[in-house]
């Protein structure tokens, strides 16, 4: 019984863990985009440079999108994680604001 209480609480402490592991979400606007690196001003209105993969996928309201909805001026949301080779932070996920979300005032 004891090994099965163990296991049960290593699993999920394991699973929170792989929840969380990303961190938070990177929030922005796209200031450019050049090739694969996507260039972004945060929250805290600081640059953020964004390496984009052959297998990041994009998405607007939750529809699959493509790389050429990304412009200047619009705003996204990306799961990222740092892509120690490069030692630069790789897109997973962009989530890019649907047109008349960014153009409101």
Do not use: W
């Not at 690196?37 to 993969?53: A, G």
């Amino acid at each position: 019984m004891l090994k099965r209480v163990a296991f049960c609480l290593l699993t999920l402490v394991l699973c929170a863990a792989l929840s969380h592991a990303h961190g938070d979400p990177i929030m922005g606007t796209v200031t450019a985009l050049n090739g694969d690196k996507l260039e972004i001003r945060d929250r805290n209105n600081k640059p953020v440079e964004i390496m984009l993969e052959k297998a990041t996928q994009y998405f607007i309201n939750d529809k699959p999108a493509t790389k050429a909805d990304l412009k200047a001026g619009v705003r996204v949301v990306i799961d990222a994680h740092m892509d120690a080779k490069i030692k630069m932070l790789a897109a997973e996920e962009v989530n890019i604001a649907p047109a008349s979300a960014t153009n409101k005032k």
